[in-house]
């Protein structure tokens, strides 16, 4: 457990195929794929295919707060109708659940799952060197990890996978805390003051070793080698400063990586209606234009 003043500042601040209809399109969804196991429980994504898919696929992080709450393929599908109907596959994936794990535990889940997948691709009818990865707050945190901590990625793949490309094609994320660093949260004025109680109360995730903030903090591994990277973020989310994002584009575009930066003008935490409609036709042209060229 670690006593989080930085984190107070920055963050206040089963497998047969079905069929269904969704947004006018024909869908085969492979549910419950198991990555791995832990204290006795599978750890499962999904996969939603669509029936003009075009080779391309799409992880989305089910994850906020770092809860990964189910629900059901078919409706998760509605979700992502946009995506669908262009022919990407959509993949949802849970990692093992806040209260009981924390983000350490979630990253180490969104690895694992994302080397599944890549070693499963050509079974589910795509390009394993054509995957994006997107989510929103802790999903967003988790897909800024799985695509620019490859080395951790590739850590998981010895021990599990062997050789394996980890790389991924694309990420967009929705208002992502970026780093968990006391003295950078400091410095980029990332201040709406709550208790600690509160804050843990709400985030059960943050309560780990401080030790391992660094190692969870993604704006700590950018590198040139880094795929292309879409950043969403309000100019009012009450919740996760838009610091973080306007922070990370910075270190992006330090280190030559393609990218962009898109503020919602008014946007708070979770966007809906109009706001939503203006993000979500972003991903889906930042998808298309990484995933399928």
């Known amino acids: 457990m670690f006593s989080t003043r930085g984190m107070l500042r920055w963050f206040a601040c089963c497998a047969l195929p079905l069929f269904c209809v969704a947004a006018n399109a024909q869908l085969t969804i492979e549910a419950d794929v198991i990555y791995g196991r832990k204290d006795g429980m599978a750890l499962t994504y999904d996969v939603l295919k669509p029936e003009n898919a075009n080779g391309a696929a799409v992880?989305?992080?089910?994850?906020?707060?770092?809860?990964?709450?189910?629900?059901?393929p078919e409706r998760v599908a509605l979700r992502f109708?946009?995506?669908?109907?262009?022919?990407?596959?959509?993949?949802?994936?849970?990692h093992g659940s806040a209260p009981r794990y924390k983000i350490p535990d979630a990253v180490n889940d969104v690895n694992l799952a994302t080397l599944h997948i890549k070693s499963h691709a050509t079974e589910y009818g795509v390009d394993p060197d054509r995957i994006g990865v997107t989510g929103g707050s802790a999903g967003g945190h988790l897909s800024l990890m799985v695509g620019l901590a490859s080395e951790q990625v590739q850590a998981a793949a010895a021990t599990t996978e062997g050789e394996l490309d980890v790389s991924l094609g694309a990420i967009v994320a929705y208002f992502p805390p970026v780093d968990f660093r006391e003295e950078e949260a400091t410095a980029a004025g990332i201040?709406?003051?709550?208790?600690?109680?509160?804050?843990?109360?709400?985030?059960p995730a943050l309560i780990f070793d401080e030790d391992l903030i660094p190692?969870?903090?993604?704006?700590?591994?950018?590198?040139?080698?880094?795929?292309?990277?879409?950043?969403?973020?309000?100019?009012?989310?009450?919740?996760?400063?838009?610091?973080?994002s306007v922070a990370m584009s910075e270190e992006l575009k330090s280190n030559n990586i393609e990218s962009d930066f898109l503020v919602i003008e008014g946007g708070k935490h979770g966007f809906r209606r109009e706001n939503s409609a203006i993000a979500d036709s972003a991903r889906l042209a930042w998808f298309e234009k990484h995933l399928l060229d």
């Open 191 to 203: 201040v709406n003051e709550v208790t600690q109680e509160e804050l843990y109360s709400r985030f």
């Open 215 to 244: 190692a969870v903090s993604p704006i700590t591994y950018v590198d040139p080698t880094d795929p292309p990277t879409l950043l969403i973020h309000g100019d009012a989310d009450p919740l996760v400063h838009i610091s973080h």
């Open 59 to 72: 992880i989305f992080m089910m994850s906020g707060g770092w809860y990964s709450s189910w629900s059901p």
């Open 81 to 94: 109708a946009d995506l669908l109907e262009a022919g990407f596959t959509v993949i949802p994936l849970y």
